[in-house]
């Protein structure tokens, strides 16, 4: 069994309205699969199906071989999840806290709430009661359960959530090292679109509850969108020799010259040989690729040239 | 049940760290407390005509000055001071889930979800006895200290018996809060269904149809209301017992199969 996550036309309706539609996903085991969406687009929905937590009203999702429903216990000794902002009994110490979830898990190992303890860098905090935790020190207790009985599987919602920069980077290399060395796999949303590009096998974009599009990073490469951007101290007069020159040229808030042509974008010397001989030699020539954050834009329709 | 132990443990931790059981504790200690200086009052007709309003309060609600009426103080309130007191520990046990996030930690685990429940109902169980029977202990030896006229040990035990049965019957009447504090993710409308059962049960017990609504049972039981009021038949307490077991299966019913999107 190579899937960690599977869903079939999974629904999710409340009245009238619809959070999730038809959902489709397959998750394989050892991959980082990114689940991108805007507020409200049905990532929280479609997590919380997954575990168990909401019932779907069509569909059916599977979790490690296991069919999700009323009683299904088996899936939860071999994940760990983090839904939403992660909170804890506030009047209860962290290393509280972490005991209380593994007296929760049956053969968790005592020494594992310290070993968790230490690999989140939350020492100085093990004794502090959890109601006076930071933002981001809260974070980490929650992925601290989340990870303290050793998952297969990993679903988290938002886990950079309320990090500094520094923390950022070090769940990133933990979630790494987790997938890399233990062959964990991870199933997160997130807000932040460059710790995607850089963490993700697999990227799903979910808008109004619909599946948009599900691809491979390296089928993301291929299809963001790349662009030459050009300078020149003459944008007008440059403008008009691209123009003229057959290229769809266009001045970009009166800044920089953009080319999307991809015979522009394959060969841009010939661009510059072209102004040179025009006698509008560029001060600055570049081929851009688009980022994750304008693809999923562009792909919800909400860059400013498919208004939703 | 699996796991229900370490379900129970964690719970305990919970109660422990917080500071419910100390003020729980703290209004049952009073109550016998109140018993006492009662009886002081109606023995000492001096220091109760110098209290004025208090002494004729102290005659309606005690009586005479006795251990019979001292229990029977007692058993009353604990029937109220236990209503709503456990009534208030029901609704934080469950609704603290709910007002502090904590309750999506719960759903997917190892632990069946009945377990973590019935560990939070147990915690109730055993914190409503030790508080009856700290209510029960103080007041004997307030009973000792205030010298009330002897009588044998049988009186002592079925005032006992009568309190143990009185809080019982208040627990039970309080389950049906947890599934208000489930099903409405805090502490709000538990709160507000234990005011309404509170009133209710005054009115109905005054319209002379107490011994049909479950929760004017206790008053009618421990006479809180006079004796000629008393007609308790099976049915009514029957359903004391099936309200609480109606609370307790309904709250099971709602942590397994209800949408938890909080």
């Known amino acids: 069994m190579n899937t960690a996550i599977q869903t079939h036309n999974l629904a999710k309706r409340y009245g009238k309205v619809t959070a999730v539609h038809n959902l489709s996903l397959r998750v394989e085991r050892g991959e980082i699969y990114a689940f991108l969406g805007l507020n409200g687009a049905g990532k929280t929905t479609t997590i919380r199906m997954l575990l168990g937590m909401v019932r779907p009203t069509a569909g059916a999702a599977e979790v490690l071989g296991r069919r999700i429903q009323p009683g299904e216990r088996q899936p939860w000794r071999s994940v760990g999840h983090l839904v939403e902002t992660p909170y804890a009994y506030p009047e209860l110490t962290v290393r509280e806290n972490l005991e209380a979830m593994r007296r929760l898990r049956p053969g968790v190992e005592q020494s594992a709430v310290s070993r968790i303890i230490e690999r989140l860098e939350l020492v100085d905090y093990a004794d502090r009661r959890a109601g006076t935790l930071s933002l981001g020190n809260a974070q980490r207790?929650?992925?601290?359960k989340a990870l303290l009985h050793a998952p297969e599987l990993l679903i988290l919602d938002e886990p950079a959530m309320g990090l500094d920069p520094a923390g950022i980077v070090e769940i990133r290399n933990l979630l790494l090292e987790?997938?890399?060395?233990?062959?964990?796999?991870?199933?997160?949303?997130?807000?932040?679109?460059?710790?995607?590009?850089?963490?993700?096998?697999?990227i799903g974009i979910i808008h109004h509850g619909r599946l948009l599009q599900e691809l491979d990073i390296s089928e993301l490469e291929r299809d963001r969108r790349r662009r030459l951007v050009i300078q020149a101290r003459d944008q007008q007069a440059t403008l008009e020799v691209l123009t003229s020159a057959g290229y769809s040229a266009?001045?970009?808030?009166?800044?920089?010259?953009?080319?999307?042509?991809?015979?522009?974008?394959?060969?841009?010397?010939?661009?510059?040989?072209?102004?040179?001989?025009?006698?509008?030699?560029p001060t600055m020539l570049n081929v851009e690729q688009e980022n994750l954050e304008r693809y999923f834009l562009r792909l919800v329709g909400m860059d400013g040239e498919n208004p939703p | 049940m699996s796991n229900l132990a370490q379900a129970f443990w964690v719970e305990l931790l919970k109660a422990r760290r917080s500071r419910m059981p100390w003020v729980t504790a703290l209004v049952f200690a009073i109550l016998p407390l109140i018993g006492g200086f009662f009886m002081i009052v109606i023995r000492d007709p001096e220091l109760a005509r110098s209290l004025g309003m208090i002494s004729v309060k102290a005659q309606i609600v005690a009586g005479t000055a006795d251990w019979p009426a001292y229990l029977n103080f007692l058993a009353m309130a604990t029937t109220m001071g236990g209503f709503i007191l456990f009534g208030l520990i029901c609704t934080w046990v469950f609704g603290r889930e709910y007002a502090d996030h904590t309750i999506k930690d719960l759903l997917a685990l190892p632990t069946p979800r009945t377990a973590i429940v019935l560990a939070k109902f147990v915690l109730l169980m055993l914190w409503a006895a030790t508080l009856t029977a700290i209510t029960f202990l103080i007041g004997l030896g307030v009973g000792t200290a205030i010298a009330l006229p002897p009588v044998p040990a049988a009186t002592i035990w079925q005032g006992g018996l009568t309190i143990a049965v009185a809080a019982g019957m208040s627990l039970l009447l309080i389950l049906p809060l947890a599934l208000a504090a489930s099903a409405w993710h805090g502490y709000l409308a538990p709160v507000g269904f234990l005011i309404l059962a509170l009133a209710l049960s005054q009115i109905i017990i005054v319209t002379g149809y107490?011994?049909?609504?479950?929760?004017?049972?206790?008053?009618?039981?421990?006479?809180?209301?006079?004796?000629?009021?008393?007609?308790?038949?099976?049915?009514?307490?029957?359903?004391?017992?099936?309200?609480?077991?109606?609370?307790?299966?309904?709250?099971?019913?709602?942590?397994?199969?209800?949408?938890?999107?909080?």
């Open chain 1, 141 to 144: 207790l929650g992925l601290a």
């Open chain 2, 210 to 262: 107490g011994e049909y609504f479950p929760w004017s049972v206790p008053a009618l039981y421990t006479s809180m209301v006079g004796p000629e009021l008393a007609h308790l038949e099976w049915f009514s307490f029957a359903s004391v017992i099936l309200t609480g077991v109606a609370g307790m299966l309904g709250t099971i019913a709602w942590w397994e199969l209800a949408d938890q999107v909080h």
């Open chain 1, 178 to 202: 987790l997938v890399q060395e233990h062959g964990v796999t991870v199933f997160m949303s997130s807000h932040i679109l460059g710790e995607v590009a850089r963490l993700a096998h697999r």
């Open chain 1, 250 to 281: 266009e001045l970009v808030a009166n800044e920089s010259i953009e080319i999307k042509d991809e015979a522009a974008i394959q060969h841009p010397e010939e661009i510059v040989v072209r102004l040179v001989h025009a006698g509008q030699p």
